[in-house]
């Protein structure tokens, strides 16, 4: 009896769940639950709420077989975001893809302190993104600076791409171009704000990333060579050069490269004014102007 009632939750959402949930935990994914649910939102097309609601349904076989390839690929590391190609950052949905970064929620402390910086919101702002990846930062930015102009430069044709179908789904699409570069070479003007979340992570680090990142994730997002600041001496001229005398630059950085990345900075004629921290209370974002 107990077993023929098992075989029938079995089938039902609420075992899918619970099956899913404990197939992901013995993966060693904390948010086990959180996860299965979401993976199976994304297989049935149906709204969280309805998932919750619903644990009598019983699950048609495509149903079943969807949620299980889904949970399948999250057991095996791979990150949320990639599965489901969607990613939430500044209450903005992006499409992402294997060729970018996954915005991350500490990412939005560099949206946040840049529009601090901005004293009036409506004024013609000129940002420019360096890494621009799926275009998170600057689109962010755009999103709340009504009149503000956006160029966004990766060395990704494939990242350029995605950012480009962000901006676009967006509704941004007027307001910001993106260029194929490496770093500032091929690009003049004169910004407001330069932002940068270059890739930072040292050589000796990569053994620490958890699997969704050392597996799945661009290397070219992540590694910053052997210490980790070899893109931050390679943005050094750029960020100087092409931010106006009265413009402010932010960059991200790994939570103990502030001391170091700000003496980059002081080398290239910048002033670090700020260390923003993230959520966690840990640096995130040095603020800096034109140290004349
Ligand atoms: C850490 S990801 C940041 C992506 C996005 N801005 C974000 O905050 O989520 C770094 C980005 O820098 C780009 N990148 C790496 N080397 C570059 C270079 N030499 N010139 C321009 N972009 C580069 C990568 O392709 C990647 O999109």
Request: hydrophobic residues 45%; negative net charge; glycine residues 10%.
């Amino acid at each position: 009896m107990g077993g023929a009632l098992g075989g029938v939750l079995d089938n039902t959402l609420g075992g899918a769940l619970a099956a899913a949930a404990g197939r992901l935990d013995a993966a060693g994914i904390e948010s086990a639950r959180l996860d299965a649910r979401l993976l199976a939102s994304f297989a049935l097309g149906w709204e969280q709420v309805r998932i919750l609601s619903h644990p009598e349904h019983a699950l048609r076989p495509e149903q079943r077989q969807a949620m299980d390839a889904l949970v399948a690929r999250r057991a095996a590391r791979e990150p949320l975001a990639a599965i489901t190609g969607q990613c939430e950052f500044w209450s903005l949905d992006f499409t992402v893809t294997k060729d970018v970064l996954v915005p991350r929620p500490d990412s939005e402390t560099l949206v946040e302190a840049a529009l601090a910086s901005v004293k009036d919101q409506d004024a013609d702002v000129e940002v420019i993104d360096f890494g621009t990846g799926t275009g998170c930062l600057l689109l962010a930015l755009l999103s709340e600076l009504p009149n503000a102009r956006g160029l966004g430069v990766d060395v990704s044709k494939a990242a350029l791409a995605v950012a480009t179908g962000n901006a676009e789904r967006l509704g941004l699409d007027g307001r910001v171009r993106f260029e194929l570069s490496d770093w500032d070479a091929g690009v003049d003007g004169q910004f407001d704000l330069v932002v940068a979340n270059p890739p930072y992570i040292a050589d000796a680090d990569f053994a620490d990333l958890e699997p969704e990142v050392a597996r799945f994730e661009p290397r070219l997002a992540l590694s910053g060579g052997a210490d980790g600041l070899d893109c931050y001496q390679a943005l050094g001229p750029g960020l100087s050069r092409l931010l106006k005398a009265d413009g402010h630059a932010f960059v991200e950085i790994g939570a103990t490269q502030a001391d170091a990345v700000s003496r980059i900075l002081r080398r290239h004629e910048l002033e670090p004014i700020c260390v923003h921290k993230d959520l966690s209370g840990l640096p995130r974002v040095i603020e800096a102007i034109k140290n004349f």
